[in-house]
């Protein structure tokens, strides 16, 4: 990826191609945390896109790009989210299969969507991006104290939710 990254920087659009299809689920499955519309999440990657190949020859690491890409796909959903005034859940609602997986699946999802923004945010970076603390830390340049306490918080706020959800739907002796 560093190869590309340099290549990229001496203006090969091939070498920027390949990187940002490498990461064209990671920035979707991003925009999705913050954004409703299917819309809005392509415009905020696209523009976050754009706004990466112009600024990519100020990327004094190439080791970092992942991570610097991120923090330009946050900054520019905020902007949207902004622009519209509104609280958007990561995804829509998909109605429940018959499957027990795919349920708790989706209600795990549901569970996600009533997080507050911050905690949606480092749970989808921490455990479906799979990036460390100090990388979220960097992406949403805050501390990674921080980033821990939100990371816990985010935990104990879901699993109190999960909880809720199987001890008020008769569910409580299911695993999740």
Not at 69 to 74: G, N, S, T, V, Y
Request: net charge neutral; glycine share 4%; aromatic share 6%.
């Amino acid at each position: 990826m560093e190869d590309d990254v340099r290549k990229a920087q001496q203006g090969d659009r091939d070498a920027f191609t390949r990187l940002i299809k490498n990461m064209e689920g990671n920035l979707y499955r991003i925009a999705s945390s913050i954004l409703k519309s299917d819309q809005e999440k392509l415009d905020a990657a696209q523009e976050a896109i754009i706004k990466a190949y112009v600024s990519l020859p100020t990327l004094n690491h190439p080791r970092f790009f992942k991570t610097w890409m991120i923090r330009i796909l946050i900054r520019e959903c905020m902007r949207i989210a902004r622009s519209r005034k509104k609280v958007i859940p990561i995804g829509e609602m998909v109605e429940p299969a018959a499957d027990q997986r795919f349920e708790h699946r989706i209600e795990l999802q549901d569970a996600i969507d009533r997080l507050e923004e911050d905690h949606r945010i480092v749970i989808l970076l921490h455990y479906m991006e799979d990036l460390s603390i100090k990388d979220i830390a960097e992406i949403l340049e805050q501390k990674e104290g921080t980033i821990k306490s939100r990371l816990s918080r985010a935990r104990n706020k879901l699993s109190q939710l999960l909880s809720d959800h199987y001890n008020v739907g008769g569910f409580a002796n299911e695993r999740i």
